[in-house]
Antibody
Framework: QVQLVQSGAEVKKPGASVKVSCKTS????????LHWVRQAPGQGLEWMGW????????NFAPKFHGRVTMTRDTYISTAYMELSRLRSDDTAVYYC?????????????WGQGSLVSVSS | QSALTQPASVSGSPGQSITISCTGT?????????VSWYQQHPGKAPKLIIY???NRPSGISNRFSGSKSGNTASLTISGLQPEDEADYYC??????????FGGGTHLTVL
């Protein structure tokens, strides 16, 4: 069965970076784009970007350009999202999600979420 | 690009039907068939319930249906059940290859 298992909770100080992992199983990793979506406490979902696991190509929401990096390790079927220059408003649950439609969505499988807390 | 517009909350009684709207522009909702809907219960990851405007994934009840007219997509839930109480989000592909979420709608089953 398809599974996306994310890394655990992180606590970071403002200005630091965080790297969240998303280990996939149950399907061919390179066949499906992976997206990252975040949700601040009590707020809605916010799309951050995607990575093409086959080519490594990426595309980001404009507000994250310059601060986010998405990478993958095809040998261990794992994707990574790194967010730099963290601010308090980056405190959120970060989800990875598999794309059924080659970057257009929808997101048919989701990770369990990784809480990132940013506080001095 | 702005988030898609959804009502903050809707409510209905068990057995009734409700509709949640998702309004965008011709550059997103109105321009593409790639509109999807997600259900999220507290503390859980979102769950796909409608994709490509009106298609249901395997295992999703036919009480959930989707449609689109112009720049507005809609999710209808018929025969409301207590377990339908959740947050609902629409999502659309948009120009420049980005995706947009709606602000979310909380459904209360009275």
């Amino acid at each position: 069965q398809v599974q996306l298992v994310q890394s655990g909770a992180e606590v970071k100080k403002p200005g630091a970076s965080v790297k969240v992992s998303c280990k996939t199983s149950g399907y061919t990793f390179s066949d499906f784009y992976l997206h990252w979506v975040r949700q601040a406490p009590g707020q809605g979902l916010e799309w951050m970007g995607w990575i093409n696991p086959n080519s490594g190509g990426t595309n980001f929401a404009p507000k994250f350009h310059g601060r986010v990096t998405m990478t993958r390790d095809t040998y261990i079927s794992t994707a990574y999202m790194e967010l730099s220059r963290l601010r308090s408003d980056d405190t959120a649950v970060y989800y990875c999600a598999r794309d059924l439609g080659y970057s257009y969505g929808p997101f048919d499988y989701w990770g369990q979420g990784s809480l990132v807390s940013v506080s001095s | 690009q702005s988030a898609l517009t959804q009502p903050a909350s809707v409510s209905g009684s068990p057995g009734q039907s409700i509709t949640i709207s998702c309004t965008g522009t011709s550059s997103d909702v109105g321009g593409y068939k790639y509109v999807s809907w997600y259900q999220q219960h507290p503390g859980k990851a979102p769950k796909l319930i409608i994709y490509d405007v009106s298609n249901r994934p395997s295992g999703i009840s036919n009480r959930f249906s989707g449609s689109k007219s112009g720049n507005t997509a809609s999710l209808t839930i018929s025969g409301l059940q207590p377990e339908d109480e959740a947050d609902y989000y629409c999502n659309s592909y948009s120009a420049s290859s980005i995706l947009l979420f709606g602000g979310g709608t909380h459904l209360t089953v009275l």
